[in-house]
């Protein structure tokens, strides 16, 4: 069996690492890991399959794929030409589409559209024009919970202005021995925020990365 590189709490595709399969490795002379799917199913991976990309999950992202097809290619509403039917159509992809640039920050995190919805963009559109100042120059889609989920009562229509602090007032956030939410430390540090934004998506709450100071652009004064 050849020298193991450590790859615990390293992502590969939908998989988390969370520790060696000493089990099935002893018995196939393999390095297998125990691994968290993004749907929260847990798996034995073989760490070259993870490395090289061959296991992406665990079944659920081509199921995923499916869906978001099925979803978008076979529905009859008359509505492709509705200002809202393109926010309907992004808001799916970037929770099913596994190949939409936005998936990591919405499917690949577990935020789904509602069944309602999902399968309805009618019942979309008509929801989201009921809301307050829907129309408004300055306004766009915005959930107000960001940790949940597209459905009732948890989408509104926001400034951009109101979506970065919803966006950043519930993420604390613990670097150089003291906690506080990301907007603080982007005012205490000057930083852009942004920039801030792009890397907790990208990569997480992990202040190694989101405040390196190496490549981190500063605020204007």
């Not at 640039?101 to 919405?106: K, L, M, T």
């Not at 109101?162 to 613990?174: E, S």
């Amino acid at each position: 069996m050849r020298q193991m590189e450590n790859i615990i709490g390293k992502i590969f595709n939908r998989f988390t690492v969370l520790r060696y399969d000493i089990d099935k490795s002893n018995k196939t002379k393999q390095n297998f890991w125990i691994c968290e799917c993004a749907c929260n199913n847990i798996r034995s991976v073989l760490g070259d399959s993870l490395r090289c990309g061959s296991s992406k999950s665990c079944g659920c992202l081509r199921h995923d794929a499916i869906i978001e097809s099925n979803i978008i290619h076979n529905t009859t509403h008359g509505l492709t030409k509705h200002p809202l039917y393109s926010i309907w159509k992004a808001m799916v992809a970037r929770c099913y589409n596994t190949k939409n640039n936005r998936y990591y920050a919405y499917g690949a995190k577990g935020i789904i559209v509602c069944d309602e919805w999902k399968t309805s963009p009618t019942s979309f559109i008509q929801y989201v024009m009921s809301l307050l100042n829907y129309g408004k120059k300055g306004y766009s889609l915005d959930r107000i919970n960001t940790q949940g989920h597209y459905e009732p009562n948890n989408v509104r229509w926001a400034t951009a202005q109101q979506q970065h602090r919803n966006t950043t007032k519930n993420r604390l956030i613990m670097y150089r021995g003291k906690v506080q939410s990301v907007a603080a430390w982007i005012e205490e540090l000057g930083l852009v925020a942004s920039t801030v934004r792009t890397r907790i998506d990208r990569h997480g709450p992990n202040p190694a990365i989101i405040f390196n100071p190496a490549k981190m652009p500063r605020a204007s004064k």
